[in-house]
């Protein structure tokens, strides 16, 4: 059983021309990944191996997928939280956050296993930031959170995002623990790290703010 959050924050709302780059990025990679061999040799070139760290392939390996299907889920999460948070932070400062984000993803799967010699590839870790910080600077947005068994919903509670992104994050952690010993195909560890850096800079962007404010207003 696993859960998914579906935002229903319907106020009207354009997006931004940094999500659409990524959606562009992430999509013409993989097709480019597609045409070159295939998306398996890619990801063993130019994947993140944590047992080989090299900052190329932090940087590269975000924007690779395994298939169309991991390449859908992950750009409809994106949009799902990206189009608001780019909107309060413009478009170049929500890349650099973005990458950051990604960066935090990376860097804690690294600490959690560091002897691995298996590639990741994906944009979860930035996107599991860019949640992070909706989940900090929206917190009373409407949200479904459903619950599924292989592809059936079996349930949907209306809720908010604290509720609803708080348990997925709770999941995606329970599932680090849990395959933390023998490995898995889905790098946990860094949707936790790239949410938790998506929470901390919302924090701080907060905090810089009030204190600007203050000091314009003294």
């Known amino acids: 059983m696993f859960i ?3 935002n229903k924050d319907d106020r009207p709302i354009s997006t931004g021309w940094a999500l659409l780059l990524l959606i562009v990025l992430n999509t013409s990679v993989l097709i480019w990944s597609t045409v070159h061999s ?3 040799a890619v990801a ?6 944590p047992a ?3 900052w190329t392939t932090v940087l590269f390996s975000m924007f690779l997928h395994a298939g169309w299907l991991h390449l859908l889920g992950n750009l409809w999460f994106l949009w799902m939280f990206a189009r608001h948070v780019e909107e309060d932070f413009g478009g170049v400062v929500f890349l650099c956050l973005y990458l950051t984000c990604g960066f935090g993803g990376q860097a804690l799967h690294y600490f959690m296993h560091p002897a691995s010699t298996v590639p990741t590839v994906g944009a979860s870790g930035a996107i599991s930031g860019v949640a992070g910080i909706y989940f900090v600077l929206f ?6 959170l459903d619950f599924y068994l292989g592809m059936w919903r079996i349930a949907t509670f209306e809720t908010y995002t604290r509720s609803a992104v708080g348990a997925w994050i709770g999941e995606q952690t329970i599932l680090g623990l849990i395959t933390n010993s023998h490995g898995s195909s889905i790098a946990f560890w860094a949707h936790v790290g790239g949410f938790t850096t998506g929470v901390l800079l919302a924090f701080a962007s907060s905090l ?3 204190a600007g404010r203050q000091s314009f207003q003294s």
């Open 52 to 54: 080989h760290p090299e």
């Open 139 to 144: 917190p009373r947005s409407r949200f479904d």
């Open 4 to 6: 998914i959050p579906f």
């Open 208 to 210: 810089l703010f009030r």
């Open 44 to 49: 063993l070139k130019y994947g993140f191996v």
């Open 38 to 40: 295939s998306t398996d």
